[in-house]
């Protein structure tokens, strides 16, 4: 049982978000999880009203849902809301592109770099590689300097991992990792209208290499099966 802490002070509060939010984009915690802020404050050392924050903040985020009377669960989003925010996304990254392109230190190509050679190290673990995946592109909108497009962009990124923990196929991750260090060179390079396209692409390619069709006739749905087995 963990021992119970003092409450004072913004980091613990900071602590609890990043613990449950982490927990919920490794699917420790999946879709439709009951999140009762008696049991979670009494495994994470905290107050409930710590907990409660918490939740406040990951539903605003759209990571959990609050429902009157019934406390809170993980959110299980659909797989339209998917689409569309990846739509929102593309419009908000080519900004943060367009921002950085040519305009790199030295300081942050090394911690990109550093993150990419992550990811690619996580290729093997699902969940995780779909957390870096995101992480990156948080990283990427945090270096723009511009508050409204890194508190967007993160909100964004956070439920759209959630979607692609539930919709994903198997390995979806894996082309990603080499756009993201195509993506780097490029910025580094300064090529922008490249570093764009590629940005848009990249999103693009998400709703149909990593998503599964939403109406897909019987015969296309399984082709891929049929080929995989020798089938067709």
Do not use: W
């Amino acid at each position: 049982m963990a021992k119970k802490v003092s409450d004072i002070g913004g980091g613990r509060s900071q602590a609890v978000h990043r613990a449950l939010k982490r927990a919920i984009l490794d699917q420790a915690l999946p879709p439709g999880s009951k999140l009762p802020e008696d049991s979670i404050g009494e495994r994470l050392g905290v107050s409930r009203t710590l907990v409660r924050e918490a939740l406040v903040r990951l539903s605003q985020e759209g990571l959990v849902e609050l429902r009157p009377n019934k406390g809170a669960v993980v959110s299980h989003p659909s797989l339209e809301e998917g689409r569309n925010l990846y739509l929102t996304r593309i419009a908000l990254e080519r900004l943060v592109v367009e921002t950085l392109s040519g305009s790199l230190t030295q300081e942050q190509i090394d911690t990109l770099s550093t993150h990419i050679a992550a990811e690619e190290a996580a290729r093997t673990e699902h969940a995780a590689s779909i957390r870096l995946a995101g992480e990156f592109h948080t990283l990427l909108a945090q270096m723009t300097g511009n508050a409204s497009l890194i508190r967007y962009v993160n909100e964004l990124v956070a439920r759209s991992s959630l979607i692609l923990a539930l919709y994903g196929r198997p390995h979806s991750s894996e082309c990603a990792v080499s756009e993201h260090r195509e993506l780097l060179d490029k910025l580094i390079a300064g090529k922008t209208d490249e570093a764009v396209a590629l940005m848009t692409h990249h999103l693009d390619s998400i709703t149909t290499r990593a998503l599964l069709p939403r109406k897909d006739s019987l015969a296309d749905a399984l082709h891929a099966y049929a080929v995989a087995e020798g089938l067709a």
